[in-house]
């Protein structure tokens, strides 16, 4: 008896496993079309889908309370800011001080929350970028690195100094800068020279760290470690004098780090948002996902997933990937399957979440119920939200 149970459990498996209630249903909102694809078996998987239309509603890059390292849902951050839908966004820091910093380059409208200048093998080291301006009418999708530098004036001399990293934690033989767009107060060290700067001078000088950021849009303090190559030169600097801060953001090949002077695109964009690896490239999966320097189990185990493409007729395409997940390989063709001309992958895994605003959409028979996914996603500190114009 027992065996024929047993057999019978066999067989309903085999059949759940091939004979699985997949689906997907197609639904208007107020921007454009939410779509859902979903499967139980073999192991759930839901795939949501949002394309917007630019000209119809705005997209902006929202944190956690407005600024700072906070984290929270993607979910309050839409209620927060009046979004019919959102989903998470950067990738980011998890170490105790650095909680929420950007892991790639950010950036919203004047305000630089994360940027570096990665060297791999003594060469810059490029990354996925999205960008946009007017709300997402005007985007684009590619691979830059990022490149600041503190200017200070010495009388009537200029000395350039340069940016390791935004917001990130400064070693003893690097510089890094901290802006008021995250911080309030520098991270603690015992060593080391500190500059701020605000409204176009410099305003204080300190040793050490633990220092509070000046106030005014723009204000940072370049933290300069004890063993940097500049140190030296910095210290004739003083309180008074005038300084600025300068970011450029340079194109990359897709397919190599081989820089492109000429392309100045993301320099005029309002939001630039980092991601690794971009996916799709003129309408044709990226030829090497290893540019990026990605792991190969972040490459090719299924995880849940975020990415955003550009659709070929202007439109955005929004998607994420919760439950069994999808390779990066997979993702790539599930994007150019949507026939985005360029699309870029997001941070993903247990930061995955989507959003839709129930009072939209509970009319057309979407519960929130049905928009949870099977993991509780983690606190992020931004979300990419769609707002009506």
């Not at 759940?16 to 499967?39: I, Q, W």
């Not at 209620?79 to 019919?84: M, P, R, V, Y």
């Not at 220092?211 to 190559?229: D, E, F, R, T």
């Not at 030169?233 to 990359?252: M, R």
Request: glycine share 10%; net charge positive.
């Amino acid at each position: 008896m027992n065996r024929i149970v047993f057999s019978a459990f066999v067989v309903t498996l085999l059949a759940l496993t091939f004979y699985s209630a997949n689906g997907t249903y197609v639904l208007k909102h107020p921007c454009g079309e939410y779509r859902r694809f979903f499967s139980c078996c073999p192991l759930p998987q839901v795939v949501d889908v949002l394309t917007v239309d630019p000209a119809v509603c705005e997209l902006a890059l929202e944190r956690a309370n407005g600024s700072g390292n906070a984290l929270t849902s993607v979910k309050k951050i839409a209620e927060q800011s009046g979004a019919i839908a959102a989903v998470n966004a950067s990738f980011f820091k998890d170490d105790w001080f650095f909680l929420g910093a950007p892991a790639h380059a950010l950036k919203v409208g004047d305000r630089w929350l994360g940027g570096q200048t990665m060297v791999r093998d003594g060469q810059p080291l490029a990354r996925a970028v999205l960008g946009w301006r007017d709300g997402g009418k005007e985007a684009i999708i590619g691979r830059a690195r990022t490149s600041s530098v503190v200017r200070i004036w010495t009388g009537s001399i200029a000395h350039d100094y340069p940016v390791a990293h935004i917001n990130q934690q400064r070693g003893r033989d690097n510089a890094v800068l901290y802006t008021s767009a995250f911080f309030t107060r520098t991270p603690v060290s015992a060593a080391g020279t500190e500059i701020a700067i605000s409204g176009g001078m410099v305003v204080g000088i300190y040793s050490g760290g633990n220092n509070l950021l000046p106030p005014g849009s723009g204000a940072a303090i370049y933290s300069i470690g004890p063993n940097a190559k500049n140190r030296q030169q910095a210290l004739g600097i003083q309180v008074g004098s005038k300084a600025e801060i300068a970011h450029h953001v340079i194109a990359t090949d897709i397919d190599s780090n081989t820089e492109r002077p000429d392309d100045t695109r993301f320099d005029h964009m309002d939001v630039l948002l980092g991601g690794t690896p971009v996916l799709v490239d003129n309408g044709m999966i990226a030829p090497n996902f290893a540019v990026d320097k990605t792991i190969e189990r972040f490459r090719d185990v299924w995880y849940p997933r975020t990415a955003v493409g550009l659709h070929r007729d202007g439109y955005w395409i929004i998607a994420t990937v919760r439950g069994l997940g999808m390779s990066l390989i997979q993702l790539a063709e599930f994007m150019q399957s949507m026939h985005c001309k360029s699309a870029i992958n997001l941070d993903g895994g247990t930061s995955t979440e989507f959003y839709l605003d129930p009072k939209v959409f509970r009319s057309q028979g979407i519960s929130e119920k049905d928009l949870e996914g099977y993991l509780r996603p983690r606190n992020v500190p931004d979300a990419l939200v769609v707002r009506r114009r």
